[in-house]
């Protein structure tokens, strides 16, 4: 059973830094493509970044420069590195994988099949 649990949110000041993290149970997460997506109160869940099995990323254009996503194959943990946070990044972040395997993975929701719980980040100005 393929569990996938976040941890790392917090409150912060608009600037300051989250690292998020997702340890993963029952999947091997160098095996696909890996992502972080994020839902606000009344928006659309949207991706965030992702990690191919190649770690090539991929950014959504409103973090680029900003955030980095990596993972610990050892520790089988994807992690969301955030700085330079804006009150605009305030959301529940989902941890998810996707059984595509490219060498790129993109941010479409579609492709991601199993999800975790979230974890929230609020950063205030």
């Known amino acids: 059973q393929v569990q996938l649990v976040e941890s790392g949110g917090g409150s912060v000041q608009a600037g300051g830094s989250l690292r998020l993290s997702c340890k993963a149970s029952g999947y091997t997460i160098s095996r696909t493509c890996m992502g972080w997506f994020r839902q606000a109160p009344g928006k659309e869940r949207e991706g965030v970044a992702t990690?191919?099995?190649?770690?090539?990323?991929t950014f959504a254009d409103f973090v680029k420069g900003r955030f980095t996503i990596s993972r610990d194959n050892a520790k089988n943990t994807l992690y969301l590195q955030m700085n330079s946070l804006k009150p605009e990044d305030t959301a529940m972040y989902y941890c998810a994988a996707s059984p595509r395997a490219g060498l790129y993975c993109d941010l479409d929701l579609p492709d991601y099949n199993n999800w975790g719980q979230g974890t929230q980040v609020t950063v205030s100005s």
């Open positions: 990690i191919s099995i190649f770690t090539r990323t």
